[in-house]
């Protein structure tokens, strides 16, 4: 009878435990998530800031993941700026497709890179879109050639 009655005790304790811990999880996931509603993405390049806002989506979380990263931003077609990040990023639940403007930061599955677009472009299939560079910095990405940039996560 009386290892019953710490058994019951001994259970008690153990779902306390395991209801505290969990709720602790969730508080926890709930603060990340809020924190991470509350920043914004700066690259830099030289000597300039470009300050995009990350859509909350598999592929963007993937990328927030590698971040900061330094890296060398190539140019493409003319039109965008181009990175590779590894490992490849996630598309769950993405669209088949996207119709990027000047500023958006897209991911193109097909190749596994980044493209950030500084001219508008047509629609195209595997493109995902990861966000957007405020409009005024969209200027900073014309810039011929390759140059290093880093991607960082700051608190606004």
């Known amino acids: 009878m009386k290892n019953l009655k710490t058994y019951r005790i001994l259970s008690i304790f153990v779902f306390l435990g ?3 811990s969990t709720s602790g999880i969730a508080q926890n996931k709930n603060e990340k998530q809020k924190m991470l509603s509350n920043m914004r993405l700066k690259i830099t390049i030289g000597e300039n800031e470009l300050m995009a806002t990350l859509y909350d989506n598999a592929t963007a979380k993937d990328l927030i993941a590698q971040l900061p990263l ?3 931003l190539e ?3 003319s039109n965008e700026k181009i990175f590779y990040p590894k490992p490849k990023l996630s ?3 993405a669209p088949a497709g996207y119709d990027p403007s000047a500023g958006d930061i ?3 599955s097909p190749w596994g890179d980044i493209a950030i677009f500084y001219k508008d472009f047509k ?3 595997g493109l995902v879109s990861v966000g957007k ?3 005024a910095d969209v200027k900073h990405l014309k810039f011929s050639g390759n140059k290093e940039a880093k991607f960082e996560l700051v608190e606004e």
């Open 18 to 20: 395991i209801f505290f």
């Open 70 to 72: 330094k890296i060398e």
């Open 75 to 77: 140019d493409y077609a």
């Open 91 to 93: 598309t769950q639940g």
């Open 106 to 108: 897209t991911y193109y």
């Open 123 to 125: 629609y195209s299939s």
């Open 133 to 135: 560079i405020d409009e």
